[in-house]
């Protein structure tokens, strides 16, 4: 009978820890997503500070694709679908870049 009485209990203290693990889980990803939104603006902001010509339209820019630009969503996360850049020819990899002109 105290075997019993103790894998209750065992089970019991596990299904609490479980119950715990996976509420955090699901708040820390909440919050990863506003802190990654949070860094896309700082980091944005940041270089069109650094910017001398144009820094009023450069960075009226930024702001623009900044706002329209697709956000992590929990429902991203939870499905694994996140977007993987893919070249013209649908391999994934590298985007390619053009070369500067001069």
């Known amino acids: 009978m105290v075997g019993v009485a103790s894998g209750i209990v065992i089970e019991f203290i596990a299904y609490v820890s479980f119950r715990l693990y996976g509420q955090c889980s699901r708040q820390f990803a909440?919050?990863?997503?506003?802190?990654?939104?949070?860094?896309?603006?700082?980091?944005?902001?940041k270089i069109a500070d650094r910017i001398a010509i144009n820094k009023d339209k450069t960075l009226h820019a930024i702001v623009c694709i900044m706002a329209n630009a697709p956000m992590i969503t929990q429902r991203d996360i939870d499905s694994g679908d996140l977007i993987v850049p893919r070249t013209p020819t649908g391999d994934i990899g590298k985007l390619p870049v053009e070369p500067a002109t001069s």
């Open 30 to 45: 909440a919050f990863h997503i506003c802190l990654e939104r949070t860094n896309r603006y700082l980091v944005a902001y």
